[in-house]
């Protein structure tokens, strides 16, 4: 006779292997202690009875379901690409399962994707560094997802808060230009006008008039190649024409040079300084070879996932009371200098 698989469970894999139920779910929890031996017995025991954990139905146990919603803008840019890359990385590796939702697009799309995601109970949210609103982030909090937060203002109860010291970064490249000689700097951003951008030029204009240098700040679009083509030729035309620019991102640095050299026939460092930040792959290019700063994306990740993970366990071993409603926990982060060939005198 046939035996039913799907009806093969872990009280039956225990009985087989010799070992307790909890033993079995232990293997079969990442991150769980359980001796080697235990683990091969459970495996082999497994295996010959073909079973397989129904990850549905442990969630409605445990009232989680394993999916963390990954709220997204600007996916292509390459910096966000790695970062994406990384998470995705980290939750597998816990055991997570990833949901993905654009934020690009202006219409109704995202609060579309963001029900699904509350639907089918997410149990945390990571909200990366971009343009999602304020309110999306509330709206998962209100439905009982945990939050990380990554290069953003909100501040939410029993919510995890990553962020960059980004001010004090673009003062270190005021520095740098003095040192190099220049005299008349400007700042290259987008409309993006999201919190972390917005921290580099307000740190940049800051440092700058404490520095007795007059800034020029101009905007543009995306925060694209092609944005930084369309401002190095907003600014380069000027009477007064910059001799070092601080591009918000690598990105756009990359479309600035390329513009100022191509078109315009500048020479850098020697005519034009020129600065980014993110230290994107490009950065390093021998084309670009990109004075930059770096983010450490690496330790964001595995960060971000060991305190949901550590939140998760403290809710089930009853050690937080307060759960979501526990204070919000805030960290910053020191962004490297990479000096390379766009500054004089680097």
């Given at each position: ?13 225990a009985e087989l292997a010799g070992v307790s139920r909890s ?102 949210s990571f909200v990366l560094s971009g343009m999602p609103d ?213």
């Amino acid at each position: 006779m046939a035996v039913d698989k799907m009806m093969i469970s872990a009280k039956d894999v225990a009985e087989l292997a010799g070992v307790s139920r909890s033993a079995v779910s232990r293997t079969y929890t990442p991150g769980a202690s359980v001796s080697a031996v235990t683990r091969a017995r459970v495996m082999r025991a497994a295996e010959e009875l073909g079973y397989h954990v129904n990850h549905l139905a442990r969630g409605l146990v445990r009232n989680r379901s394993g999916i963390v919603c990954l709220i997204v803008s600007e996916l292509a840019t390459p910096y966000r690409a790695s970062l994406v890359r990384l998470l995705t990385q980290h939750l597998q590796e816990a055991g997570k399962i990833t949901m993905l939702i654009n934020t690009d697009r202006p219409d109704d799309s995202v609060s579309q994707a963001l029900q699904q995601a509350i639907n089918f109970r997410a149990d945390a949210s990571f909200v990366l560094s971009g343009m999602p609103d304020s309110a999306i982030a509330r709206l998962c909090h209100k439905h009982g997802q945990r939050l990380v937060l990554i290069n953003r203002n909100d501040a939410l109860p029993g919510s995890l808060s990553i962020n960059q010291d980004n001010e004090e970064a673009a003062g270190r490249i005021v520095m740098a230009f003095a040192r190099a000689g220049c005299q008349r700097i400007a700042f290259a951003n987008s409309l993006a006008g999201t919190p972390s951008l917005m921290a580099r030029e307000r740190g940049f204009i800051q440092a700058a008039h404490a520095a007795g240098l007059a800034v020029t700040v101009e905007r543009f679009g995306t925060t694209s190649y092609e944005s930084g083509q369309i401002l190095a030729h907003r600014l380069l035309t000027r009477r007064e024409r910059p001799d070092a620019v601080f591009c918000v991102t690598d990105l756009l640095a990359c479309g600035f040079m390329d513009e100022a050299r191509h078109r315009f026939a500048l020479r850098i460092p020697e005519d034009l300084c020129v600065a980014g930040f993110d230290d994107i792959p490009q950065a390093a290019w021998s084309s670009y070879n990109l004075t930059t700063f770096t983010q450490p994306v690496e330790q964001f990740a595995q960060d971000a996932v060991a305190w949901l993970m550590a939140e998760e366990e403290k809710e089930e071993n009853l050690e937080s009371e307060q759960g979501l409603d526990s204070p919000g926990e805030m960290r910053m982060y020191h962004a490297d200098f990479i000096w390379r060939g766009t500054i004089r005198g680097g």
